[in-house]
């Protein structure tokens, strides 16, 4: 704390140049709460009345944080930022202000280009393009990244049997467990530790599936690790390779000619690279998406990175220690090519798995993409209302979606929480994004979704999430749809002496959706329509399929995912539900129907079947948090309820609160 209050008056004067600047990192490093952020972030930006109160703030809380704010300050990105802070620390005027291994090395030229480097990094990484960003747009990359939930232990096949059917509370419960010591969470930090042997891995692969932030992690490591706050005491220079821009070349090259590909990367950094000495480490990021198999070539593989050979050849090299034998290694891949990868990486090697968000990175998540507390609450408890949503936010890019659609209804002036996104909607904005980023070179996409609907069908028939080769092999003739299928998770389980490959959805709700997919996309009405019917007789088993074939049904969506929708599919829904309402159904019916109209979410239609219905008795039935929601919307588009029957199911004041606004509707209230 004196240090800071010895170099107020400068550090007030130099941090006022750019105060937002220093009030992300000082968030990002923890060193003050996210209610201290926003009320700093309230005050008039670039002013010494801001930066000060940021000092303020830092004394306040303690001398542990007080010294954690110097080393940040020290660090390169900060000092590029600030280049006078240079002259408020003496030490840095000797270049000792970026972190660097303990052992760096010996050339002072060398620790100049290093740093270079550093500082290009920095520049170039701290923003992120989002899916929908425009020409020039991009935010913090300090405003998104939230930590993941990664693993190292292999689970076993129960468990993640768990992990996919499991949902809302339950799910979040599996995910807990997951976090604990037990099961082995790691750290990005931690990805390079020594083994109980002593051994420091060589290789390390980061498995993670479709939206689940692997390329996010990539860069947030390559900013840290810049800045100075990973992997700094293991290597010297971290180097970045994005396989999805590698794709693009033809010709032979050299390692040094594929590194040109990044900006950063200069000659004066090539030269660094060729010295010995040197601890380095390769960031591979998105292996699965390399067009070509690594089998057998007749191409001598390069062990000089200077050497040009076809692509194949030279990434192979280098993930096979060919070249630069000494450099470590952490690539990035969707589960469906890790086995792949391992079979070309040396020993000794550790395997870890992006598990997604726990509860605690959701409502993180959320603080940072909305960034005022009240407002991210809001959102949150929105989610936490709908069991189907709250539990896909374990996938990152599901929290962005929703995130994004909740701050346009909120700068429109809609109340969110009148308006929550349905389930399917939500689906099939996460569908379109992953065929547009992540389906290059798949076969057609109508093809490719109908596929995927007709083995999400066989496994509900068959109470199957986890399908071995075999079922994939009829599912998709084509064996590269399979391998490079963004919408498919891979798992090798051990049988007996030997491991099988088996495959799943995300989560049984996505394999329930893509099941309901599938009916407005045959290309014979009359199969569609005899499909349907036989569907609707066995309604029991499956609940969710008919529930999300209502929400794509709205008009609104499903143009998103299908050229021309059978229109008698929807009528035929419409009419089956006006008939069991006419005919009258029991009180477990009658919510699923509920459901069914609040995924349709087509105003004038729910009106109509509200008005059929007349009287809604859901006694002795425990609502939950969602059938309360789906009840609301349901009420909320009627003038007039002639009765609400709620006796006998242990409704709660937070639920009563949820249904309050449409209750005045009903003329009796039981």
Known sequence: MDIILEKKIILTEILSAETDFILQHVQQNKLITDRDYRALKSLPQNTETSSGEVLDTLRGKGEEACQKFIVLLKQQCVLEQYPGLKDVFPDLRQGL???????????????????????????????????????????????????????????????????????????????????????????????????????????????????????????????DWASGKVFKDLFHLVLHLKCKELNEISEANSLVDLLNYSPSFTRETEEVLKNSKMEVLFLI?????LKFSFEKTSTVPPKDPSTKAPLEATLSALLKGFVLPKCSLLVTTRSTASDKLSKLLSYPKRFTDILGFTEEGVKEYFQRFFKEEQLANKAFDCVRKN????????????????????????????????ELETPTSVFVHFVSILQEHHCQGLSQPETLLMSLGQLAERGLQEHQVLFDEKSLSA???????????????????????????????????????????????????????KKLRKLLGNVKRFKPVIQFLFGLSNKA???????????????????????????????????????????????????????????????????????????????????????LNLRYNH???EKLRMLQPALSRCEELW
């Open 387 to 418: 069991e189907t949503l709250y539990t896909a936010c374990f996938i990152p890019v599901i929290c962005w979606i929703i995130c994004t659609v909740f701050r346009e209804k909120e700068e429109k002036g809609t109340d969110f929480t009148k």
């Open 557 to 643: 969506l499903h143009s998103h995912l299908i050229k021309q929708p059978w229109p008698s599919i929807q009528a035929h829904l419409q009419k089956w539900l006006l008939n069991l309402l006419k005919s009258g159904v029991n009180e477990k019916d009658m919510l699923h129907l509920l459901h069914c109209l609040y995924e349709l979410h087509e105003d004038e239609f729910v009106r109509r079947a509200m008005g059929v219905w007349g009287k809604i008795k859901l006694p002795y039935i425990t609502l939950t948090r969602t059938d309360c929601w789906v009840l609301l919307y349901c009420l909320q588009c009627c003038p007039t309820i002639k009765s």
């Open 97 to 223: 202000g970026v972190s660097a291994p303990e052992t760096p090395p010996q050339d002072p030229d060398h620790i100049s280009k290093i740093n270079e480097y550093r500082k290009s990094i920095c520049f170039t990484y701290k923003n992120v393009e989002e899916y929908n960003s425009g020409p020039g747009e991009n935010v913090l990359l300090a405003d998104r990244y939230t930590e993941l939930l990664i693993v190292e232990r292999n689970r076993q096949q129960r468990e993640i049997e768990n992990e996919i059917r499991f949902r809302g509370e339950h799910h979040q419960q599996v995910l807990k467990t997951r976090a604990s010591e037990a099961n082995s969470r790691i750290t990005v930090d931690q990805l390079f530790r020594p083994y109980d042997d002593k051994n420091v891995p060589k290789a390390v692969i980061l498995q993670g599936n479709s939206g689940h932030g692997k390329s996010f992690t990539a860069q947030k490591i390559m900013y």
């Open 475 to 529: 599912a998709f003739p084509d064996n590269q749809t399979t391998k490079n299928n963004p919408f498919l998770c891979k798992v090798l389980q051990r049988k007996e002496v030997k491991q099988e490959s088996m495959y799943s959805f995300m989560h049984l709700s996505f394999q329930e959706f893509f099941a309901a997919l599938q009916y407005l996309m045959l290309k014979n009405e009359k199969e569609a329509l």
């Open 285 to 289: 990021d998105g292996f699965d998406e």
């Open 651 to 653: 409704i709660t004041a």
